[in-house]
C-alpha cells in the first residue's frame, strides 16, 4: 500500500492542517495576530503531522536566519523536506 493511502481518511482534519501549514511562516516570523498565532500553535501540539512540519519549517528558518542554506542540511532532513513538498502539492491538487 503507497503511503499516501494514509490521507485518505483524514479529510477535515487535513483541512485544517493546510491552513496551518499554509499559516507557519507567517508564524515563524511573528506576522500573525495574536489569535490567529494561538491557533496555529494549538494545533500544531494537537496534531503530531503538524508539529513535525514545524520543526522542519523552523529548522529551515533557523538555518537561513544564520546564513546557511537548506541545501547543507542533513540528508535526512532534505529528504524529508522534499516529502513535505510533494506532500503539499497532493492536497492541493
Ligand atoms: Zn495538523
Known amino acids: 500500500m503507497p503511503d499516501s493511502d494514509m490521507w485518505g481518511h483524514?479529510?477535515?482534519?487535513?483541512d485544517e492542517c493546510?491552513?496551518?501549514l499554509?499559516?507557519?511562516h507567517a508564524f515563524l516570523h511573528n506576522e500573525l495576530l495574536e489569535a490567529d498565532a494561538d491557533v496555529i500553535r494549538h494545533?500544531?501540539?494537537a496534531c503530531e503531522r503538524c508539529?513535525?512540519?514545524f520543526e522542519i519549517e523552523s529548522t529551515i528558518t533557523e538555518m537561513i536566519q544564520r546564513g546557511n542554506s537548506p541545501l547543507q542540511a542533513p540528508?535526512?532532513?532534505a529528504a524529508r523536506i522534499s516529502t513535505l513538498s510533494v506532500t503539499r502539492r497532493r492536497?492541493?491538487?
Open 43 to 45: 494545533h500544531l501540539h
Open 18 to 20: 493546510v491552513r496551518a
Open 22 to 24: 499554509e499559516a507557519v
Open 91 to 93: 492536497q492541493q491538487g
Open 10 to 14: 483524514d479529510h477535515d482534519d487535513m
Open 75 to 77: 540528508s535526512t532532513l
Open 51 to 53: 508539529m513535525e512540519n
